[in-house]
């Protein structure tokens, strides 16, 4: 409906005018509606001297309010530190190049040196937890490859990326499909802990319980009994 202004003109006081206006609505809008309110309360004896003072004011008593949005909420990088992984029948984790695979495997002494290193990072989750497991992100040593748990055919799998700017993962949103990266490490035990996929919880990283060199280190859920899900981690006593 449309409301002409002539309409309105005679039922205002002299002087005094009503229009209709699509732009936004400012303080000194606000302040300039309330001394014609004023006006029309107080009929035509009302003092233009007073109009001024009001104005200033409700200027002057404005208060400026800054309302700061937090950033969504992230995991946030704490620190690092080199170690070593064997599963409860001590096997090692070594890496495939060929493949890109890790493979979970019996060393002997003179073949130690093909066991994988990992930087481990870990990180202060975004919101209380009732857990006590820490979120953790697992890069090979003297690379720029990652572990991350990412979905194929419909099922969480365990994969290496290259990550190019490890600056990303200083500071990841919870709610970003990065949070691949993480894990939470539980510890179980002295040294001895599991690792639960961040992105898709209950799925965990596991070796295969039969001695078989082919068998990746994957991911598999908790319910299943023929995985390997204990891992020891086992830090270097120089760097």
Not at 1 to 28: A, C, Y
Request: charged letters at 20%.
């Amino acid at each position: 409906m449309e409301f002409e202004s002539n309409s309105w003109s005679s039922k205002l006081p002299q002087g005094l005018d009503v229009e209709i206006s699509h732009h936004p609505i400012t303080l000194r809008c606000v302040a300039n509606l309330i001394i014609a309110m004023e006006r029309l309360n107080g009929g035509k004896g009302f003092a233009l001297g007073r109009d001024e003072s009001l104005l200033n004011f409700l200027l002057e008593s404005a208060v400026e309010v800054v309302l700061e949005f937090n950033q969504a909420a992230a995991f946030s990088s704490k620190g690092e530190y080199e170690c070593s992984v064997t599963d409860s029948e001590n096997k090692c984790w070594v890496l495939n190049e060929g493949s890109m695979e890790l493979h979970a495997m019996m060393l002997q002494g003179g073949s130690s040196y093909h066991k994988v290193h990992l930087n481990l990072s870990t990180y202060i989750t975004p919101v209380p937890s009732e857990t006590k497991a820490r979120p953790v992100a697992l890069g090979i040593k003297g690379s720029n490859l990652y572990l991350s748990c990412i979905t194929s055919e419909g099922t969480p799998t365990l994969h290496l990326e290259e990550v190019a700017d490890k600056e990303q993962l200083k500071s990841i949103n919870h709610e970003s499909d990065m949070v691949r990266f993480l894990f939470y490490k539980q510890d179980t035990g002295v040294d001895i802990s599991t690792l639960e996929s961040a992105h898709y919880r209950n799925w965990f990283i596991s070796t295969a319980l039969q001695q078989d060199n082919t068998k990746m280190v994957n991911m598999c859920q908790s319910i299943l009994y023929n995985s390997m899900l204990f891992f020891i981690f086992v830090e270097p006593l120089f760097n």
